[in-house]
């Protein structure tokens, strides 16, 4: 429970913070500009994700490090953090140069701020569901099917007719 002390301080802070977005309304825009650049940037990565088919089912982890310039070029990419999987670390970079360009950055964003340390998860496959075809093997059976078997799948397919 809020004393009338506290509750002086938290509307004093939210008017200090009101005030500050009226005299100051570029604040708030170059604030929302950025996170919205961002939330872009960030979603044109996932739309470039692939899991490469030579990859380990384990998945991981990568962490990837990479420089744009004011056109939203990719200057530079490395790998920061391994997965562990040389073809999961090989896309996380692929993905990244897929990826461009990139919208370019709002103005107030520094040069400084065009550097990103970006964590691309491969999540695990279900290998359960996956048919390989060099593990997979027909077995044919050479199966002649009498009269009385063929009389009684038509019948049931039929229903009498």
């Known amino acids: 429970m809020l004393s009338s002390l506290d509750r002086v301080g ?3 802070g939210f008017g200090l913070a009101l005030v500050l977005v009226c005299l100051f309304p570029g604040i708030a825009a170059a604030d929302g500009a950025r996170e919205t650049w961002i939330k872009n940037l ?4 996932k739309v470039q994700r692939r899991y490469p088919l030579q990859a380990s089912d384990q998945g991981g982890t990568a962490k990837v ?3 744009i310039d004011r056109e939203g070029h990719l200057i530079s990419a490395v790998l920061a953090e391994t997965t562990g999987d040389p073809a999961l670390d090989r896309e996380a970079l692929a ?3 897929r ?3 990139f919208a370019p950055p709002p103005p107030e964003l520094a040069d400084g701020d065009l ?3 970006v964590p691309i998860v491969f999540a695990p496959r279900r290998t ?3 048919i390989r075809l060099e593990e997979t093997t027909l077995k044919l059976q050479e199966t002649k099917p009498n009269d009385a078997t063929l009389k009684a799948r ?6 009498g007719c």
């Open 99 to 101: 990826a461009q360009p």
């Open 42 to 45: 960030v979603a044109q990565l």
């Open 95 to 97: 993905m990244v140069e």
């Open 65 to 67: 490090l990479f420089h």
């Open 128 to 130: 359960s569901a996956i």
């Open 154 to 159: 038509l019948n049931g397919v039929c229903r």
């Open 115 to 117: 550097t990103f340390l």
């Open 10 to 12: 938290v509307w004093r």
